[in-house]
């Protein structure tokens, strides 16, 4: 059997432990525990707080890796281009399909999907389309098929 003094040992050892890891300077157990108990809040809190910065940062980085598009209106057409620091499996096939909707033709075009996803395009206005378009127009159309593209893949 634990002798009396061996628990009273013990206790006191575990005590001092928990003063050292808590960094408390409580002279008796009930301050010693409260001190823990704050220090555990604390330690809560921390974690929240932490939880809820990689969560933004996540949300952030997500929202960083959609790709940037500009188009400049030119004297008989437009000049997109489309850049993502990842590489964007089936945005090309999809950013090409909204073209031919539009009515645009690809005059030239320029294509990276290696590394990155990097699309130079030089695109007209199919002549046999009365509808005008504007480069305000084209850019929101490609911002659109960026955004249900990344809905798409979010979901596989």
């Not at 002798?3 to 008796?28: F, G, W, Y």
């Given at each position: 059997?634990?002798?009396?003094?061996?628990?009273?040992?013990?206790?006191?050892?575990?005590?001092?432990?928990?003063?050292?890891?808590?960094?408390?300077?409580?002279?008796?157990?009930?301050?010693?525990?409260?001190?823990?108990?704050?220090?555990?809040?604390?330690?809560?809190?921390?974690?929240?707080?932490?939880?809820?910065?990689?969560?933004?940062?996540?949300?952030?980085?997500?929202?960083?890796?959609?790709?940037?598009?500009?188009?400049?209106?030119?004297?008989?057409?437009?000049?997109?281009?489309?850049?993502?620091?990842?590489?964007?499996?089936?945005?090309?096939?999809?950013?090409?399909?909204?073209?031919?909707?539009?009515?645009?033709?690809?005059?030239?075009?320029?294509?990276t999907c290696t590394d990155t996803f990097r699309f130079y395009a030089l695109g007209r206005k199919n002549e046999k389309e009365s509808e005008e378009v504007?480069?305000q127009a084209v850019k929101q159309t490609i911002g659109q098929v960026i955004k249900n593209w990344s809905g798409n893949t979010d979901q596989t």
């Open positions: 059997m634990v002798s009396r003094e061996q628990k009273k040992a013990s206790l006191h050892e575990k005590l001092q432990l928990l003063r050292s890891i808590t960094n408390s300077h409580a002279l008796n157990k009930t301050s010693t525990i409260i001190d823990a108990s704050k220090y555990i809040q604390e330690l809560k809190q921390k974690v929240e707080r932490l939880s809820h910065d990689v969560a933004n940062a996540q949300t952030s980085s997500h929202q960083n890796t959609l790709p940037m598009v500009t188009v400049e209106s030119l004297e008989k057409g437009f000049l997109i281009n489309v850049f993502s620091a990842k590489n964007c499996p089936g945005l090309l096939v999809s950013i090409l399909e909204s073209f031919e909707e539009m009515g645009l033709n690809v005059l030239e075009a320029r294509v504007d480069a």
